[in-house]
């Protein structure tokens, strides 16, 4: 039992697609660019005269399920299919699925995507049913970011790394207006 | 509008929302994770998706590799795997890959084979060989051989060098940065290694560190809180994420680089101390660099950086505590490559950033004890040809262009009959594809090592098929000075179909070719005709060193155990198999934060070792050969167009090393062809919009490629990715996908070290 969550140092991301490639290989995601659960979104682009280039605005976003307590998805599904598991991860339950689509309609995050193998809506879980369920402690993207820029860990373990670098960082979160009160930080 | 060039993932909705939010509620209650148990093994091995050989974890489920983990055991590669290697696996795995040896029964390049056995291809092999041989009268340089590998390099070296006799040895050095290395070599005594975590201040002119990974490299630039400028005429991510981002014209770096000495020299700003004491010939240099007068406004007409800015950084580097100039990586730009990086090195020098924290250290690397062979002498071997004409040039990986410019033009010495192709695909990455094509059409015997069927397979007689890195073991490798480590490439599983590694095809080869090559030898050469008599054959044979699989009589583990364990003990075997690495701190490293570790302690590091040497200002060598004998600048380095042209530079993308990986599934999906990057407002004014079909003309060539306008490129530059263009029906997921750039870069080269300058070519466009 945990409460999990992600932070993320993202001002260091290179855009390199490391963690792409890692979820991917680790969680078994159908091949083809539009199936994914987690991606770098470029935000912002360079603006101005060459000569003089505003490379301001451009930012590199981690982007991935961003673990709402107030989930739209869960209040969504008409099935009933979603749910928090002990871990504090949005899951789903996969039989119950059956492809109404309302959670990816609902999500504002975009995080979710069709996943056509198994018939079901997908999205980031944190490895939980791969590297989590054998007992790591880490996941496939954290662990093999050049940057390591993703910090992985229990909120509710107020010694972990995780809650160490929220309490002394400032950091905010996607569409807070939004009252979703997601478990991914930014870090500034 | 978004575009093809950046990611085709999903964009964020809207902007982000810069509000801060508190921690989340503590709604769940503190326990233990759940845990279950590994049915996995987890072998420790080496990557080879690109030249820097990071160390992983493969994880194995009933023989098949499931994932590819970093290693955090290896101080090179920092506990990370790039999106290359963790694509790894689709390299092993990829349908197209080479099964079986194959004989070509269609012509050169329209990829016809057919399968055959083992013995087959090396009886053929055998066959064509004792022919060739035979005809050049033992001339065993008619024979070349190249490796583009880094891997396995000397091992094959001493096949076809020490064993076969050939001097025709070639490499990617003269495609790549065999400049900088001479530069170095020359200027301070060693090639050196860069320290980029301890520098304070770092400049970088052209190296996309960001977009091509080096380790540590790129991974320290990520963790360190220096200042970062970046010279380049493309913003690249690595110049985006600069605190500085100075736009130059292409090929002026040395402009900025005279200039950055001509401010530090006037201005005093140079470590002095330093300079008294390993300074040679420093008078010359300062009166040259002040006689020609390079100063700030000098440099910002040539190199379009304004003027102030060059002092303000020249003053800002000379005034950090460990200031590094980055002396490159990457493949030669124009002819005054090799004076660029010299006088980068010069600039070190001058700040004191030799031999220290921060600058380019010598360090204290492992130096691995050589197995040795008997080399059998061949009388009628003659030399290297490819270095004539050419000033310093390798002795080792020799020049490319000067190699094939003379087998085409005759004007080598004796002809080439037949070349081994080991992993290098030549095809594609030298300029002037069809000079290739016409070389490889004049040989009698070429064939090729390859787990790719590459256009350079293409044009093989004989394919064998090596397996991949996942597959093999290798000879241990020592890495690095200032943290040095040794590490080893495990086998993680069984090569797959008829693959072999290299050295038992080489010992199948070996095999074969020994005593029939002996015997050509034995007819034309007078020395091993008195051996015969005096010894007998097999006394000559044996003692004569004319048995190629000497090598390989045991077998790489056996190989690696006796010379490890002979030179470092039980212990370091131990962690070398299980994991991967080892130094003296291994299991001792520091976790600074977030699984990001420190290795060495700090004053572990061998930032400083007791070494005699000068900074050698003056190279009289060249001056005789009528070069600069120090760097200068001129005219004909101006950078000037002919109207409605364009100067075309060359790069690659993160996701590509060269035109290894543009195959693999994983990588295609996020750049599955390349895009010539094109001025904004010169598109605007030539009516090209992103996604138009664009012809791009040079002297020797056209290729059609999409356009992708943009703001981050200098108004007369064009720029796309290598690695694309590919013409090998075989490697179905990148066959006709994008264009190749080597189609249409002009075959130029520098004569100081032979190699190909990349960066020269005048371009012109037509939408079509």
Not at chain 1, 119 to 127: E, G, P
Not at chain 2, 173 to 187: E, F, M, P, R, V
Not at chain 2, 698 to 704: F, G, P, Y
């Amino acid at each position: 039992m945990a409460n999990y969550g992600m932070a993320f140092d993202y001002k260091l991301c290179i855009n390199c697609h490391a963690c792409e490639v890692a979820c991917k290989e680790e969680n078994g995601i159908d091949l083809g660019a539009k199936n994914h659960r987690l991606w770098i979104a470029e935000d912002g682009e360079t603006e101005g005269d060459f000569w003089n280039l505003d490379r301001e605005k451009v930012k590199f976003m981690q982007m991935q399920c961003q673990e709402c307590q107030d989930a739209p998805c869960l209040k969504a599904c008409p099935n009933g299919a979603i749910y928090v598991d002990e871990n504090g991860i949005v899951r789903l339950h996969k039989e119950k699925c059956d492809l109404t689509l309302a959670c990816m309609k609902a999500c504002p995050y975009d995080a979710r995507y069709i996943d056509e193998s198994n018939h079901v809506t997908d999205k980031c879980i944190f490895c939980a049913d791969t590297r989590l369920a054998r007992g790591e402690t880490t996941t496939a993207c954290q662990i093999t970011c050049p940057a390591k820029l993703r910090y992985f860990g229990d909120l509710d373990d107020t010694e972990s790394e995780i809650s160490k670098v929220l309490r002394e960082r400032k950091h905010f979160t996607l569409k807070t207006e939004l009252g979703t009160k997601p478990k991914l930080f930014y870090l500034e | 509008m978004k575009i093809i060039e950046t990611s085709r993932r999903k964009f964020l909705q809207g902007s982000i929302a810069l509000c801060v939010y508190a921690s989340s509620s503590l709604s769940y209650t503190l326990s233990p994770t759940k845990t279950s148990k590994k049915e996995a093994k987890d072998v420790a091995y080496l990557c080879n998706m690109c030249r820097n050989k990071c160390a992983g974890f493969a994880r194995v489920q009933n023989n098949t590799i499931t994932k590819l983990n970093p290693n955090h055991y290896f101080p090179k590669s920092r506990n990370m795997l790039c999106p290359k290697g963790n694509a790894g696996i689709q390299a092993i795995y990829d349908r197209d890959r080479l099964k079986y040896p194959l004989i070509r029964i269609g012509n050169r390049g329209d990829g016809r084979y057919k399968r055959v056995t083992w013995d087959e291809a090396y009886e053929y092999i055998k066959d064509k060989l004792v022919t060739i041989i035979d005809k050049e009268k033992d001339n065993r340089s008619t024979v070349a051989y190249c490796n583009g590998e880094g891997f396995n390099k000397d091992e094959y070296i001493k096949f076809f060098g020490s064993k076969l006799g050939s001097s025709n040895f070639l490499d990617e050095g003269s495609i790549c940065l065999n400049t900088k290395l001479g530069a170095t070599q020359l200027t301070i005594g060693d090639i050196g290694e860069m320290d980029v975590a301890g520098s304070d201040y770092l400049i970088i002119s052209g190296a996309n560190r960001y977009e091509s990974l080096i380790t540590p490299d790129s991974v320290d630039m990520i963790h360190s809180k220096q200042k970062l400028v970046v010279l380049d005429p493309r913003c690249t991510v690595t110049a985006l994420k600069a605190d500085e981002y100075l736009p130059l014209n292409p090929g002026t770096d040395l402009a900025f680089c005279l200039s950055m000495i001509y401010i530090a020299i006037t201005e005093k700003l140079y470590n002095k101390k330093y300079v008294q004491e390993y300074f040679k010939d420093f008078d010359k240099l300062q009166k040259h660099i002040i006689q020609n007068n390079y100063t700030a406004s000098w440099a910002e007409s040539k190199t379009h950086i304004p003027a102030k800015k060059i002092e303000e950084v020249t003053r800002e580097f000379f005034g950090a505590k460990n200031p590094l100039y980055y002396l490159g990586r990457r493949s030669v730009w124009a002819q005054n490559d090799f004076q660029l990086r010299r006088a980068m090195v010069l600039i070190n020098a001058l700040a004191g950033s030799v031999n220290r924290e921060g600058g380019i250290i010598f360090g204290k690397p492992f130096v691995l004890k050589e197995e040795e062979i008997n080399e059998p002498l061949y009388n009628a071997s003659e030399g290297r040809f490819d270095l004539d004409g050419i000033v310093y040039g390798s002795q080792k990986g020799g020049s490319w262009l000067n190699f094939r410019e003379k087998i085409l033009t005759k004007k080598a010495p004796y002809p080439i009959r037949a070349m081994f192709i080991r992993k290098h695909n030549i095809m594609q990455n030298m300029p002037n594809i069809t000079k290739t094509k016409e070389m490889l059409n004049n040989m009698d015997l070429v064939v090729v090592l390859d787990t790719m069927p590459s256009d350079t397979a293409m044009m093989a007689d004989v394919i064998l098929p090596e397996c991949t890195y996942l597959e093999r073991e290798d000879m241990v490798v020592s890495f690095n000075r200032l943290e040095p480590s040794l590490a080893l490439r495990n086998k993680v599983v069984e090569p797959l179909y008829e693959s072999r590694s290299m050295q038992d095809i080489l010992k199948g080869l070996g095999k074969k070719l020994s005593k029939p090559l002996f015997e050509v030898s034995a007819k034309y050469d007078e020395d091993l005709q008195d051996s015969i008599e005096e010894l007998g054959v097999r006394k000559a044979f044996n003692e004569g060193g004319y048995d190629f699989t000497e090598l390989y009589k045991n077998s790489i583990e056996e190989r690696n155990k006796k010379l490890i364990v002979s030179q470092f003990g039980m212990d370091v075997y131990n962690s070398l198999k299980t994991k991967g690495v080892w130094h003296p701190y291994i299991g001792k490293e520091k976790e600074l934060y977030n699984d990001y570790y420190e290795y060495y302690p700090k004053e572990k590091r061998f930032y400083t070792v007791e070494r005699k040497y000068k900074v050698n200002c003056y190279l009289s060598k060249l001056e005789k050969f009528g070069f600069d004998p120090i760097p200068t600048w001129h005219s004909h380095y101006d950078f000037k167009l002919p109207e409605n042209s364009f100067r075309l530079i060359t790069g690659r993308y993160i996701t590509s090393t060269q035109t290894a990986t543009t195959n693999n599934i994983m990588l295609k999906e996020f750049k599955e062809k390349n895009y010539v990057w094109i001025n904004d407002k010169v598109a605007a004014t030539l009516d090209i919009k992103e996604g138009d079909n664009l012809v791009l003309s040079s002297s020797i060539e056209s290729v059609v490629i999409q356009a992708y306008p943009t703001n981050k490129i200098a108004p007369q530059v064009l720029w796309f990715a290598h690695g694309f263009g590919t013409s090998s029906q075989e490697l179905t997921n990148a066959y006709g996908k994008g264009a190749s750039d080597n189609m249409i870069i002009e075959d130029k080269f520098e004569k100081i070290y032979g190699c190909a300058t990349m960066h020269e070519t005048n371009i012109t466009i037509r939408k079509l």
